[in-house]
């Protein structure tokens, strides 16, 4: 799988360029601004991108800037965003144009090199995931008239780990139960949000994330 | 030795198209002056006949519905008179929030800045008058003079005679010699109209314009707040040394000392040591979110991103109930006001939060005439209070130190809707408005 990286830190850069080449991934360009962030997705058209939000020359949002404009250019390319901090207007924005294959996720993340190695293939197969600090506080603005709100404690956990990018196997292995049982549970989550059940995985994240931003 | 400095007049750079310019605007001016006069008769006789009798109740609430209506008197006056002399005319008042009634008569009557408001009523219904009308009637004159000949024309004859005694204008010919008039008026109405109307605005200044008295009160209470905002400032620091020596430092010995042993372990139990280093991995993750809350207490990330705008967007985000943003700021606040006002902003939804037991809220943001205003309301139980001690009394402390100023108002059964308003200017002339709801 081809990857661009795009981190301003070389240390960072060099460190996820050597983790990821250590899974097996192709590391076709590894860039440290916005600009040539841009020309690399053109010239090497990378199967993903794993960007910084904070970026030279003014080391405010311009990664995150990069990435939108560069999926308005090539819809539904996969994006990985990295960040010392997470904001939830950011995840908003990113999951704005509905095309899915986007991450989001606090760089410590990158610490679990496992999980982290599967976030960037959930992405780059098209699926969505969101750091669970933003799908925490996602959770905790539910409405008490919302459907979110009709779920029950084991369906919202579940719901949680969705968003975070998990496949049924992963979230049953989280909540120590069966794999059928998180089959029922996803069945009525999707019932309950009235969403249809016979969607992909990446699809009913993307379609839950979209109706918790109201 | 000595130095002799002449006072340069403002308008000696002064282009002839601009001496028109700002002459018809002072004539202008002149006309405004006359008709406001009129209210000034009417507050003049109120006021002066409720003192009088303020001793008993009548005159009390006379004095309790018109004192006001002076003031918004005075202030058109201090904004017209300072735009004549340049300079900005501030209100001298006492504050006097949080008194009502008997209170506000109490406060008034202490209060230097109403009583020569009252004495500048006096003077703007007598001699400030007089000025305004002969600086009108200067500007009135040239025009009437110089369409005398016309108005001769057209009316029957006789009716328009003048009669200096030397001699008579009664023919059309004689009646141009009235252009002498209008010439003269002109020059009046260069030289000396501006003179007068500067002589009025002097005036309105001498009588409007903050005393030495409420100056000095005003020195005492920028020290105060200074005062109170470094001894808040050294608290911060104080905090955030506390924050970083207790998580992220004690954190980072804790990591040391664990790499320390799995180095040690490696040869000689492998297992253990690699039970060290997961460990090792948690330790750094706890010890970013530590970094992490301080750096947001400090100085958000998503404010030096995006500007205010943003981070009370992405704040509005994070609250647990809807809140909309209106935002219209053409520029961004110099940095420590947006850091303020920011933080104030976070501090009100936070309490709306924990005490209104709000549905929804709306927060608008915009600056207009020099003042960035940031209004926040919510549907919640209202009885809100700014007491001591109280976070909404810590907002205002820290807006004082930009002199900016906080209004609550919040009757019981809500509305709770809390007005921040700071002066300052913007910077960069670009134009970012947004809106949504959250």
């Known amino acids: ?214 | 030795m000595s130095t002799t400095v002449e006072a340069a007049s403002p308008f000696a750079g002064e282009s002839f198209a601009e001496g028109v310019s700002r002459r018809l605007k002072l004539s202008g001016l002149s006309i405004a002056y006359v008709l406001l006069a009129v209210p000034a008769l009417v507050l003049l006789c109120v006021l002066t006949t409720a003192l009088g009798v303020a001793i008993v109740g009548v005159g009390m609430v006379l004095l309790l519905m018109f004192v006001p209506l002076n003031r918004h008197l005075a202030n058109v006056h201090r904004h017209l008179s300072g735009r004549i002399l340049g300079v900005k005319i501030e209100e001298p008042y006492m504050p006097t929030e949080a008194v009502s009634g008997f209170g506000l008569l109490r406060r008034w009557m202490n209060d230097p800045a109403r009583w020569r408001d009252w004495a500048w009523t006096w003077m703007s219904a007598t001699v400030g008058w007089a000025l305004s009308w002969i600086a009108f009637g200067i500007g009135l004159g040239v025009i009437w003079f110089a369409i005398y000949p016309f108005i001769f024309a057209i009316t029957p004859d006789g009716v328009f005679d003048v009669n200096y005694g030397l001699f008579k204008i009664d023919t059309q010919a004689e009646s141009f010699f009235e252009w002498t008039w209008s010439l003269l008026m002109l020059g009046l109405w260069w030289k000396v109209m501006p003179v007068l109307m500067r002589w009025r605005a002097e005036l309105d200044r001498s009588l409007l314009s903050p005393s030495r008295e409420t100056l000095e009160r005003r020195v005492a209470e920028v020290s105060a707040s200074r005062t109170e905002t470094i001894d808040h400032s050294a608290a911060e620091l104080r905090r955030i040394e506390r924050d970083l020596h207790d998580g992220a430092q004690a954190r980072l010995v804790a990591l040391g000392m664990n790499l320390g042993l799995a180095e040690e372990m490696l040869a000689t139990d492998p297992e253990g040591a690699a039970a060290l280093l997961a460990e090792a991995r948690g330790v750094t993750t706890s010890a970013l979110g530590d970094l992490r809350s301080v750096v947001r207490g400090i100085h958000p990330p998503v404010l030096a991103d995006r500007g205010l705008a943003g981070a009370i967007q992405a704040l509005a985000l994070d609250m647990s109930f809807p809140v909309s943003v209106l935002i219209t700021l053409p520029g961004r606040p110099p940095a420590p006001v947006e850091s303020a006002v920011y933080f104030a902003t976070n501090e009100l939804l936070a309490n709306i939060g924990k005490h209104a037991g709000a549905t929804r809220a709306v927060v608008e943001v915009s600056h207009v005439d020099g003042m960035l205003t940031v209004r926040v309301e919510d549907d919640g139980r209202g009885g809100a209070e700014a007491s001591n001690g109280s976070g909404l009394a810590g907002v205002a402390r820290r807006l004082s130190a930009f002199d900016g100023t906080m209004d609550v108002s919040s009757p019981a059964e809500g509305p709770t809707v809390i007005t921040l308003e700071v002066p300052c200017e913007l910077s960069s002339p670009k134009t970012s408005p947004s809106s949504g709801t959250a």
């Open chain 1, 1 to 214: 799988m081809r990857v661009v990286i795009a981190e301003d830190l070389a240390l960072l850069r060099d460190g996820l360029t050597r983790l990821l080449e250590a899974y097996e991934f192709e590391v076709v360009a590894a860039v440290d601004d916005a600009e040539k962030l841009i020309e690399a997705l053109r010239t090497y058209e990378p199967d993903i991108a794993v960007v910084d939000v904070r970026m030279p020359p003014t080391f405010t949002d311009e990664g995150l800037r990069a990435a939108i404009e560069a999926r308005a250019e090539r819809p539904g390319l996969p994006v990985l965003v990295l960040s010392q901090y997470v904001e939830q207007l950011y995840a908003r924005e990113l999951l704005s144009s509905g095309d899915g294959a986007v991450g989001y996720l606090l760089k410590d993340r990158v610490a679990d090199v496992v999980t982290f190695v599967e976030a960037v293939r959930t992405v780059a197969a098209g699926g969505t995931v969101l750091d669970p600090e933003v799908v925490a506080t996602l959770m905790a603005r539910a409405q008490p008239d919302s459907p979110i709100s009709r779920l029950t404690d084991r369906e919202r956990e579940v719901l949680e780990l969705m968003a975070q990018g998990r496949s049924n196997t992963a979230i049953a292995a989280a909540l120590f139960v069966t794999e059928k049982a998180i089959s029922k549970h996803t069945s009525n989550i999707f019932m309950k949000l009235d969403l249809p059940p016979d969607d992909d995985d990446n699809r009913r994240v993307l379609a839950v994330v979209a109706y918790l931003q109201g």
